[in-house]
């Protein structure tokens, strides 16, 4: 009994794609726009499962809308910019669902078949986690005091503020969550919103509907670096929406912005400011926006900013002023002036500020938090009255679990244990960097940022274990408090390993990716050498990239 239990685990939790599929998902897949089709795909593969995962939108944000799609297979080659390969199809290994036999109480076969399955689903996530690099997630927790919680079915349905009539809810815990924001926010209790999100897209979603409501025919303007989801807003919303373009740092324009806010000055303009983007973290200057907007003659009753702080929202306020670090805090603006990094509080013209939960505060499950001012909340809530609470969110029930989750950590670390993991975040994103460096890898790191961008190794099943993120010729590594420094020297050694593996007798052709970095950071053979960065007083030039073939050197701090 127990071999076939065994069998059946192995058989479930191990199972490769059948050759059928296998062969079906070197297929190239048509076109999304001919994907009502009739032959071509094999059963196994639902037209409804692939059309979730299809990209929509032109390059850059997540998707295209040109070129063919292929799922990944774990070694296939990476294809040129458009034609970029999706996720393994999981239809292969998927857990099945089997109906209980009249007898499993008796023999408990079943019981021991599921127990058999989620341990060995544990080994493998013990194994993913260490081997994680590409996602901004902080998977460094003990929430081992909150495990008593797990019995319970906590919702926080309906306002925050406003108690509802179903009385297993967390908004204790909720609400001392959002004041803790209230104060990093420079916001007064009696004058904030907000609520614990399911996650950072929903955010957005609610922040660009506010900013919908509170002004109606307001056009979005959002950085083409922006994450999928404001776009997303916008298709939702019927919106008209203005993409903007950026700098190599992935900041926004700001001087394509005034053009565009400019031409669409008949219309009031909702904004998305970017702390962090997804790809190249980079920090839109919120300042040098205001005063744009200013500039253009939008005055404050004809805008509303709406703040995608995801990742870095919840960093840059805990980067340590007084150290080494202030460097990061420093940026040039376009007139070459040296000024700090753009604070984000209420005390400026903002409507909205989202920020992910389970990205740098490491949340074990999915959540975030969205910050509004209370005088625009009205303009989209209703009451309802079987809750006996008003409905202001974008979700109808809510995890109730989240906030505990939260409140957990925000007491545990505090603002100097914050601190703390930031700094060392920076510390090693720049260690990484010039390791990366060293190896003759094109790599840029931006100032206010712990994700570091590189040249997309070729070798697909490497990217699969470190679970990069890529992107065209980029790939990166966000490095959380999770990351040590060993599990990046690990990386790197690695990644130097399967480059030349790439390469016929492992004579590394460096690929150039000056696009995407610009030519002080690409180390191919034309760029390299090229770094003109200027650094701040003091610091000693680290070069950019190779000069006639010498090795650089460690940064100096
Ligand atoms: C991750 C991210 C989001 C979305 O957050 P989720 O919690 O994954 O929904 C939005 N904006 C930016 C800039 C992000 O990096």
Redesign the pocket.
């Known amino acids: 009994m127990v071999s076939a239990v065994e069998e059946a685990a192995t058989r479930c939790v191990t199972l490769p794609p059948s050759p059928v599929l296998k062969a079906s998902l070197k297929r190239s897949l048509p076109p999304p726009m001919s994907l009502v089709m009739t032959d071509g795909l094999p059963d196994e593969i639902s037209l409804d499962n692939l059309k979730a995962v299809l990209p929509t939108s032109k390059n850059g944000e997540s998707g295209a809308t040109n070129g063919n799609v292929k799922y990944g297979d774990s070694h296939g080659a990476v294809k040129s910019n458009k034609n970029f390969v999706l996720g393994r199809d999981m239809h292969g290994s998927s857990f099945k669902i089997t109906e209980p036999d009249h007898d499993d109480e008796v023999t408990g076969e079943k019981d021991a078949y599921m127990a058999s399955v989620l341990a060995r689903y544990r080994k493998s996530l013990t194994e993913k986690s260490k081997y994680h690099l590409g996602y901004?997630y902080n998977l460094d927790f003990d929430y081992g005091a909150l495990s008593q919680l797990q019995h319970f079915s906590i919702n926080n349905l309906g306002d925050p503020f406003i108690e509802s009539n179903y009385g297993v809810h967390s908004r204790q815990f909720e609400v001392g969550v959002l004041d803790w924001f209230a104060r990093l926010w420079e916001l007064e209790k009696d004058e904030y919103w907000g609520y614990i999100t399911n996650?950072?897209?929903?955010g957005?979603l609610h922040g660009i509907l506010v900013g919908r409501e509170v002004l109606p025919d307001g056009i979005l303007y959002a950085s083409r670096d922006?994450?999928y989801?404001v776009f997303k807003a916008a298709r939702m919303y019927r919106m008209e929406a203005v993409k903007v373009d950026t700098l190599l740092s992935g900041e926004i324009d700001c001087v394509d912005l005034e053009r565009k806010l400019t031409e669409g000055k008949d219309k009031p303009a909702i904004l998305n400011v970017?702390i962090?983007?997804?790809v190249k973290g980079a920090v839109d200057d919120l300042d040098l926006i205001l005063k744009v907007l200013e500039r253009v003659g939008y005055t404050e009753d004809r805008f509303y900013i709406h703040v995608?702080g995801?990742?870095f929202g919840l960093m840059m306020p805990f980067v340590k002023k007084g150290t080494w670090d202030l460097r990061y805090i420093r940026k040039k603006s376009l007139s070459g002036e040296v000024h700090e990094a753009p604070k984000v509080t209420f005390k400026k013209p903002i409507g909205s500020v989202s920020v992910?939960g389970?990205?740098f505060i490491g949340c074990p499950m999915?959540c975030?938090v969205q910050f509004t001012r209370m005088k625009h909340i009205n303009s989209l809530s209703r009451n309802v009255e079987y809750l006996a609470s008003r409905d202001a969110t974008i979700m109808g029930s809510r995890n109730g679990h989240a906030p505990i989750f939260l409140w957990y950590t925000l007491n545990r670390k505090g603002y100097r244990g914050f601190q703390k993991d930031v700094q060392r975040c920076l510390r090693n994103a720049h260690y990484l960097k010039e390791r990366l460096r060293e190896a003759k890898i094109g790599v840029m790191l931006n100032e206010l940022s712990s994700t570091v961008v590189f040249e997309r190794p070729l070798d697909e099943a490497f990217i699969l274990k470190w679970q990069l993120a890529c992107q065209g010729k980029i790939a990166h590594a966000v490095v959380m408090p999770s990351v040590t420094v060993e599990k990046l020297d690990n990386f790197v050694e690695e990644l130097i390993e399967v480059r030349k593996r790439s390469f016929p007798e492992g004579n590394v052709k460096i690929p150039c990716i000056v696009e995407e970095v610009g030519v002080q950071n690409c180390a191919c053979s034309l760029h390299r050498g090229a770094g003109t960065i200027p650094l701040p007083k003091g610091e000693k030039r680290v070069s950019a990239c190779v000069q006639n073939g010498n090795s650089i050197n460690r940064a100096s701090h």
Do not use: M, V, W
């Open positions: 901004p996650c950072g897209t929903e957005n922006s994450h989801s970017n962090g983007t997804t995608d995801a990742l992910s389970h990205k999915p975030g």
